[in-house]
């Protein structure tokens, strides 16, 4: 298993940061299925404040760029990125890895 860590900073804005946090109790079934199909095994958001904190964990022959940029060829994942982008503070047609940031491992 890969493990994948990334950070992202939401508006700074406690409604949308709350409606941020409703929309990832509900999220779309196409887009588990799609992180399914390309590797993602689980997928965990934290917050802190306007803070996000992402770990990725994927099978072994995952590889990011290549596997991510298929993800994002899948149903709906276009739509869930731009409609998720109003509370991220960022371009609706930008990509996922235009707004979440990897992390280095340094322990």
Known sequence: M???????????DPIMIEKYVEVHSHVW???????????IIDMQI????NL?????????EF???RDMARLATLP???EWE?????FQGC??????DEKWQLMERIF
């Open 46 to 49: 934290f917050r802190k404040e």
């Open 63 to 65: 590889d990011w760029e």
């Open 76 to 78: 709906r994942q276009a």
């Open 82 to 86: 731009a409609y998720v982008a109003q």
């Open 2 to 12: 890969k493990r994948y860590c990334q950070t992202l900073t939401l508006v700074d």
């Open 91 to 96: 371009n609706a047609n930008a990509r996922s």
């Open 52 to 60: 996000l904190f992402m770990i990725c964990d994927t099978i072994d």
């Open 29 to 39: 079934p196409e887009i588990i299925e799609g992180q399914r199909q390309v590797g």
